[in-house]
């Protein structure tokens, strides 16, 4: 027993920290996806068309948007590790820098897809082509979102750096409140506006992301202990080993990102090649998992401001404790999620979906069929994004980058395929490789966070 109490005195004040820091990037991150989720919900109640068109513009926009919002969280190692130092000049430096670099990305990701979408009908051949035609009016919106979504985040990265974690949820809710209304006008034509289906929730996405980046904006200028480093950007010196910093730990990261989210893109063309009722299920089952992710992530995030500051001070031997009770928090909840999804699968789809819609009986039958595979790699799931978070806050990238490339497209993505099309499982093939992935994912970022651990252990032992 007094074992067990000096063990736990241990973990405990790495524990509170986390959740601390983690629960108002939950809020915050469950926010912004609301966006997506919200869409989602409400096209899915305009017509099962709109839910497919809606989840193939999801699908190739986010496959980028998060690669590249990946990049900005290279900003949150570096300032914690600044802050625990109180290295006001540092700070000041990679804000500049950092929003600099990332809004430029952001103006190159506006141009990009603009040239995309008059394009999607070729490129997105293999595609039904109603589904692509109802999704570019949609995806046009989205191309402009791109704007105020990368500007917030570069912010966002840098005042969660801070420890200041609390103003991405007073932002998001802002950004949501905006987006419900609209959403139900612009989507259903109440209220005097027109009704726009799909069209109308890109819109309400454009709009609501724009007030989310001002409302974060104005809170930072009217912060007077924030402002100073607003203040101090009309004077800090442009520098090549900055930006350089930045990339080297960005460009792993959003890679990272990349190879992640392009696997579930990769999973939603395979169900999208099957049929528009897999792809509208596919989605579905999607949204939940995201829900379950974001959790998972909000406190890899808080994990990465932790042993960065930790690693700052010198204070090696609390790495493996504030990581290890970090991952264990997080798998215990990943347990948890999984159980009340397979207790309530039957009804959750029904959220999606409109019960006088042609497709109801075979959407929502293939939905909670999916639903049990994929409470399933909920642990391997929320574990692999838990311990990317951990190894960012060590600044350990690279390697990591070589594991999840191996994991989701050397296993995951072929075995996909190879399940759903080679053995004629169609989109359980789809999901049971996509959860193998996770799984071999998981297990290497395992192992590579220990052997970090044990690495640093011993440099000061010696």
Same mark, same amino acid.
């Given at each position: 027993?007094?074992?067990?109490?000096?063990?736990?005195?241990?973990?405990?004040?790495?524990?509170?920290?986390?959740?601390? %820091?983690?629960?108002?990037?939950?809020?915050?991150?469950?926010?912004?996806?609301?966006?997506?989720?919200?869409?989602?919900?409400?096209?899915?109640?305009?017509?099962?068309?709109?839910?497919?068109?809606?989840? %193939?513009?999801?699908?190739?926009?986010?496959?980028?948007?998060?690669?590249?919002?990946?990049?900005?969280?290279?900003?949150?190692?570096?300032?914690?590790?600044?802050?625990?130092?109180?290295?006001?000049?540092?700070?000041?430096?990679?804000?500049?820098?950092?929003?600099? %670099?990332?809004?430029?990305?952001?103006?190159?990701?506006?141009?990009?897809?603009?040239?995309?979408?008059?394009?999607?009908?070729?490129?997105?051949?293999?595609?039904?082509?109603?589904?692509?035609?109802?999704?570019?009016?949609?995806?046009?919106?989205?191309?402009?979102?791109?704007?105020?979504?990368?500007?917030?985040?570069?912010?966002?990265?840098?005042?969660?750096?801070?420890? /200041?974690?609390?103003?991405?949820?007073?932002?998001?809710?802002?950004?949501?409140?905006?987006?419900?209304?609209?959403?139900?006008?612009?989507?259903?034509?109440?209220?005097?506006?027109?009704?726009?289906?799909?069209?109308?929730?890109?819109?309400?996405?454009?709009?609501?992301?724009?007030?989310?980046?001002?409302?974060?904006?104005?809170?930072?200028?009217?912060?007077?202990?924030?402002?100073?480093?607003? /203040?101090?950007?009309?004077?800090?010196?442009?520098?090549?080993?900055?930006?350089?910093?930045?990339? /080297?730990?960005?460009?792993?990261?959003?890679?990272?990102?990349?190879?992640?989210?392009?696997?579930?893109?990769?999973?939603?063309?395979?169900?999208?090649?099957?049929?528009?009722?897999?792809?509208?299920?596919?989605?579905?089952?999607?949204?939940?998992?995201?829900?379950?992710?974001?959790?998972?992530?909000?406190? &890899?995030?808080?994990?990465?401001?932790?042993?960065?500051?930790?690693?700052?001070?010198?204070?090696?031997?609390?790495?493996?404790?504030?990581?290890?009770?970090?991952?264990?928090?997080?798998?215990?909840?990943?347990?948890?999620?999984?159980?009340?999804?397979?207790?309530?699968?039957?009804?959750?789809?029904?959220?999606?979906?409109?019960?006088?819609?042609?497709?109801?009986?075979?959407?929502?039958?293939?939905?909670?069929?999916?639903?049990?595979?994929?409470?399933?790699?909920?642990?391997?799931?929320?574990?692999?994004?838990?311990?990317? &978070?951990?190894?960012?806050?060590?600044?350990?990238? /690279?390697?990591?980058?070589?594991?999840?490339?191996?994991?989701?497209?050397?296993?995951?993505?072929?075995?996909?395929?190879?399940?759903?099309?080679?053995?004629?499982?169609?989109?359980?093939?789809?999901?049971? &490789?996509?959860?193998?992935?996770?799984?071999?994912?998981?297990?290497?970022?395992?192992?590579?966070?220990?052997?970090?651990?044990?690495?640093?252990?011993?440099?000061?032992?010696?």
């Amino acid at each position: 027993m007094p074992y067990l109490t000096q063990t736990w005195s241990a973990y405990k004040p790495h524990f509170k920290t986390i959740l601390h %820091l983690g629960y108002p990037i939950l809020v915050g991150q469950m926010g912004f996806m609301l966006i997506v989720l919200t869409d989602v919900v409400m096209v899915g109640h305009f017509s099962s068309l709109a839910l497919a068109a809606s989840a %193939l513009g999801n699908g190739v926009f986010y496959a980028a948007l998060f690669a590249l919002g990946g990049f900005t969280f290279a900003l949150k190692p570096p300032v914690a590790e600044a802050d625990a130092l109180n290295d006001k000049q540092c700070l000041t430096s990679l804000l500049g820098h950092g929003f600099l %670099l990332f809004g430029g990305m952001s103006l190159l990701t506006l141009a990009f897809f603009l040239a995309f979408v008059p394009n999607a009908d070729w490129i997105l051949a293999a595609q039904r082509p109603e589904v692509v035609a109802a999704a570019k009016p949609y995806m046009n919106y989205l191309a402009f979102s791109c704007v105020p979504y990368l500007l917030y985040h570069t912010l966002e990265q840098f005042v969660e750096g801070l420890s /200041r974690t609390k103003i991405s949820m007073v932002a998001n809710v802002a950004g949501n409140v905006v987006h419900l209304f609209l959403n139900y006008a612009l989507i259903f034509g109440e209220l005097g506006f027109p009704q726009m289906g799909l069209e109308g929730a890109g819109i309400s996405t454009l709009v609501s992301r724009t007030v989310i980046f001002l409302t974060f904006l104005a809170y930072i200028i009217f912060s007077k202990d924030l402002v100073i480093y607003v /203040r101090q950007l009309a004077v800090f010196r442009l520098e090549k080993s900055v930006f350089l910093r930045l990339l /080297r730990l960005g460009v792993p990261i959003a890679m990272q990102m990349l190879f992640e989210v392009m696997t579930f893109s990769a999973c939603m063309l395979m169900s999208g090649h099957i049929g528009k009722i897999e792809l509208a299920a596919h989605q579905i089952v999607l949204n939940v998992s995201i829900i379950t992710y974001l959790v998972a992530a909000s406190f &890899g995030q808080s994990a990465t401001i932790v042993l960065a500051r930790l690693a700052a001070q010198g204070q090696e031997k609390a790495l493996r404790y504030a990581g290890n009770i970090a991952l264990a928090w997080v798998v215990l909840l990943m347990v948890i999620f999984g159980v009340l999804i397979m207790i309530f699968k039957t009804f959750i789809p029904l959220m999606y979906l409109d019960v006088q819609d042609i497709n109801f009986h075979e959407i929502h039958w293939l939905a909670t069929a999916l639903m049990f595979i994929m409470a399933l790699y909920q642990v391997a799931d929320g574990a692999q994004v838990l311990l990317l &978070g951990i190894l960012r806050g060590l600044q350990d990238v /690279r390697v990591p980058t070589y594991l999840t490339l191996f994991s989701y497209w050397v296993v995951g993505i072929p075995m996909a395929y190879c399940l759903a099309f080679w053995l004629d499982m169609g989109v359980y093939g789809v999901w049971w &490789g996509l959860c193998l992935g996770l799984m071999l994912s998981a297990s290497l970022l395992f192992w590579r966070s220990q052997r970090l651990y044990k690495q640093r252990e011993r440099l000061i032992s010696h």
